[in-house]
């Protein structure tokens, strides 16, 4: 197999290969080579891939943008290009052999037709490879970061959605950053229409499998429970007028130009902050048990559903309203809405296997009034709604999928509620190139919207690491107000 081409960015103004370079701050981050990675040649037809319904509403979603920061010293730019990099690109393009969708394009023709995926020979996904000079152990830690520090280590995806002509718009870029002598970043951007956190995750270690073979000729190909990736939309059953429901109110927003996900922190992001908190098992036995000992009081012998995910998501929503009601929020006598996506795999009443490439998660959607939630039974008010509606979505997790977006668009609308994304059980820290595990996981797109991101902890068996980004005033009372009522309870 030929390895895939790469080369240094041209600058028609000189005679030599010159380097893009980004600013921020007082740091640069260089663009050294610029590579377009294809499957195997003639390994995979032209392919047209249908959307589902699981697939439609993330047609409103601006990308993820997920960075893996590995620790690498005594490693130069010149080793990791010329020892390293041949064989990223060639387990990339091995791995793309299996999620071909994800080398293609989302198409997206005039209406009254169905936008869908697109796969034709020589299609590809964008590889960069770049170097920076930043603090690669400031970036890698836990404490607040300016935004702007992020951006820099992702790659950028067509963003612009003609109304009248077809578009067709990629749906993966990786970005490669070398911290020469300490680092590595691996940054992604990609279209959730195409894949949700499982397909992503086996798409990565898939390729993290194939780079560890790569000195094998024909290395083995790591299947998800004994099966090979599948992207047979047959297997999933749609509910009656579902997909009609959803292409009606994509159309009316699109018409709109409107995407439900607005860049929705509302301050400019010099101004904005990120961080991440740590809820172990101790902090989080504390939460439950505070709750028991309170709850009698509330709802009588209701038996609350108190998950570790319930009640890490409980105490974190009670402390980000809080910190918008101090610092001038809005909070009248209304709803307040707290929006998670739940795994559909184990929940649909058909099978679907774990290797199935696309989307196969429902939103869950909880309400509390914000007088309950901001008052001193807040935790325990935030935990009953969240944990009723992971209930409901167990018994029929279809059951209010016609809501979808319209319940998507009242979250990142004007009141301040809050979004969950990702989540604890994907793994990301098990994803090792032949480097060790990440040193830190973040997810950059946060820092547009209102959300608020889910994984599981490096460090703390058991543990969930919960990131933010905020200004920084409400970054610091967001702080104190976690610490202290974890001091408390």
């Not at 921020?24 to 319904?53: A, D, R």
């Not at 793309?96 to 080398?103: E, S």
């Not at 009698?296 to 570790?308: A, D, E």
């Amino acid at each position: 197999m030929d390895l895939p081409k790469c080369k240094p960015i041209y600058n028609p103004s000189f005679s030599t290969f010159s380097h893009m370079t980004q600013m921020t701050s007082s740091h640069t981050v260089k663009v050294l080579q610029c590579c377009q990675i294809s499957p195997p040649q003639g390994s995979v037809p032209s392919t047209t891939i249908p959307l589902t319904f699981f697939d439609i509403p993330w047609l409103l979603f601006t990308p993820n943008q997920p960075l893996f920061f590995y620790d690498f010293p005594n490693f130069s730019t010149h080793d990791f290009i010329h020892n390293i990099l041949p064989n990223l690109n060639h387990s990339l393009s091995s791995t793309l052999q299996y999620f071909f969708p994800l080398a293609g394009n989302l198409v997206i023709p005039p209406q009254p037709s169905k936008p869908h995926l697109s796969y034709t020979e020589g299609d590809s996904v964008a590889l960069i490879i770049a170097e920076s000079s930043c603090d690669f152990a400031f970036l890698s830690s836990y404490q607040p970061i300016n935004v702007q520090d992020f951006y820099q280590l992702v790659p950028q995806l067509t963003l612009s959605m003609p109304v009248e002509t077809t578009a067709r718009l990629p749906l993966l870029a990786v970005q490669i950053t070398i911290f020469p002598r300490f680092g590595v970043c691996m940054g992604f951007a990609l279209r959730q229409v195409a894949a949700d956190g499982r397909t992503f995750d086996n798409f990565l270690k898939t390729w993290a499998s194939i780079l560890g073979e790569a000195g094998n000729k024909c290395p083995p190909l790591v299947l998800v429970d004994n099966f090979l990736p599948c992207n047979d939309r047959t297997l999933i059953h749609y509910p009656s007028g579902l997909e009609l429901i959803f292409l009606k109110q994509w159309w009316h927003l699109k018409s709109l130009q409107k995407d439900v996900v607005k860049y929705a922190n509302g301050s400019n992001f010099d101004e904005i902050v990120r961080a991440t908190f740590v809820v172990g098992p101790i902090e989080m036995e504390k939460i439950k048990g505070w709750i028991m000992t309170r709850s009698m009081n509330i709802f009588g012998s209701t038996r609350l559903y108190l998950s570790p995910y319930v009640v890490t998501c409980a105490f974190v929503w009670v402390c980000w309203t809080k910190i918008h009601l101090i610092h001038g929020g809005d909070f009248p006598e209304k709803p307040h809405y707290f929006g998670f996506i739940a795994g559909g795999i184990t929940r649909l009443g058909f099978s679907v296997p774990k290797s199935y490439i696309g989307n196969c998660i429902a939103f869950g959607r909880s309400m509390v009034k914000r007088d309950q939630l901001v008052g001193e039974n807040g935790i325990i008010y935030a935990a009953k709604a969240i944990g009723d509606t992971i209930k409901e979505l167990d018994r029929e997790v279809l059951g209010e999928a016609d809501k979808w977006i319209s319940d998507w668009e009242v979250l990142f609308g004007s009141e301040p509620h809050v979004m969950i994304t990702g989540s604890p059980k994907v793994g990301s820290y098990e994803l090792d190139f032949g480097w060790g595990r990440p040193t830190k996981v973040e997810e950059v797109s946060i820092s547009k919207t209102r959300a608020i991101s889910l994984c599981e902890s490096r460090d703390v068996f058991h543990g969930i690491e919960v990131g933010l980004a905020l200004p920084k005033a409400k970054m610091d009372a967001f702080d104190s107000l976690f610490r202290e009522g974890l001091k408390t309870l």
